[in-house]
């Protein structure tokens, strides 16, 4: 008897062991490192590891905000100089804050110091209210832009990044960067160590060491997560070239920052803008079928720089292509073709070749004319 009661005892013990769900233990495995290393004016992706691996957006969130504030100004809905008062929402904001209050006025400078150098969640609210009217409506607008940037791997809950829901990747983080550094006004904001805010009611001072110790750095942001570890985005100007840096997972604090100069050194070392010479370039007529002309001319279309290793410059090879069968009617500027730069054969870049001139679709007045002006002739 002595022994059956210990044998169900014992199983009783082992129950709540049993019904732990499995993922439990993996809840306390470090997140997958990743980072990625993007040209920025040109968005060309230069290295990556794990880079569409979906993290939590933390903090990384806020770029978003700040680029929606950016173009909003753009817009003319706000400036620098705009007051702006806090809701008893972003008053109930937790975690990183400089403590706003109900009601109490601060102007767009601030809120974005805020952001920039702090992390600050109320700040960023207020922002975000002042722009989309509610936080609501502003979460639509901030999956609206990345969308459009093609950050398919985002999805935000929140304005601030404090939602488990808010998530991204190290590839769309690099992406958001590169779109913000456009905006040069927000460089100094970006670099300031320390400053403060709310008429010195509160002092703050960045978390990203690159700005003090990387020569051309612009920004970006540096943060913690619980659940992602160290985290930095860095971006930095040098010979005409805009590298964007980002690290997620990162164990050590230090670590991050040595590894983003690594990365940006290699990036800055290896590469180079190439600007195509469209004198290099020659486009041919070609065939039109049902059409008032029997062939167009045509015209290359706009080019752009773009990224290349600085070992392969004297490799690159052009060459045209024309689409088989093009139809009337066309349009002065409709694509009939492309141009490639290519080195050993593998496509580095395109632009478009275009119809100079409209051709219209043949009919029966125009057969007519045709006809007339070869009896005219004759």
Request: hydrophobic residues 40%; negative net charge; contains cysteine.
């Amino acid at each position: 008897m002595f022994r059956r009661i210990f044998s169900v005892l014992t199983a009783l013990a082992l129950i709540p062991a049993l019904l732990i769900p499995a993922y439990a233990e993996d809840e306390t495995i470090t997140p997958q490192y990743s980072y990625v290393l993007m040209e920025g004016g040109t968005s060309a992706l230069l290295y990556s590891e794990n880079g569409n691996a979906v993290v939590p957006a933390h903090h990384s969130a806020k770029l978003m905000t700040l680029l929606l504030v950016m173009e909003a100004m753009d817009r003319g809905e706000l400036n620098f100089d705009t007051v702006l008062k806090t809701s008893n929402y972003a008053n109930s904001m937790q975690g990183a804050q400089i403590w706003l209050m109900p009601n109490e006025e601060i102007t767009v400078d601030e809120l974005i110091s805020a952001i920039t150098v702090g992390n600050a969640n109320d700040a960023c609210v207020v922002l975000a209210e002042a722009v989309g009217k509610t936080e609501k409506d502003f979460v639509l607008l901030m999956n609206k832009r990345a969308n459009e940037l093609g950050m398919d791997g985002t999805s935000y809950a929140d304005s601030t990044g404090i939602s488990s829901e808010s998530v991204t990747t190290a590839c769309d983080a690099a992406v958001l960067a590169s779109a913000l550094t456009k905006y040069e006004s927000l460089r100094g904001y970006f670099t300031t160590w320390v400053t403060s805010v709310r008429g010195g009611k509160t002092e703050l001072a960045s978390t990203n060491r690159l700005i003090l110790t990387y020569d051309g750095i612009t920004g970006m942001k540096a943060y913690y997560s619980e659940a992602l570890g160290n985290c930095v985005i860095a971006t930095a100007e040098r010979n005409g070239l805009t590298m964007v840096c980002v690290i997620f997972g990162e164990k050590d604090e230090f670590a991050r920052f040595t590894t983003a100069k690594e990365k940006l050194n290699a990036g800055f070392n290896a590469y180079t803008l190439y600007q195509p010479k469209r004198s290099d370039i020659y486009t041919e007529p070609v065939k039109v079928s049902g059409g008032e002309r029997t062939e167009v001319k045509t015209v290359l279309g706009p080019t752009e720089q773009f990224v290349i290793r600085k070992s392969i410059e004297e490799r690159i090879e052009v060459t045209t292509e024309y689409f088989d069968d093009i139809k009337a009617p066309l349009e002065a500027g409709d694509r009939v073709g492309r141009a490639v730069w290519s080195v050993d054969g593998e496509e580095i870049y395109s632009c478009p070749i275009a119809a100079e001139e409209r051709v219209r679709k043949m009919n029966i007045f125009i057969s007519f004319a045709r006809v007339l002006r070869s009896i005219i002739k004759m």
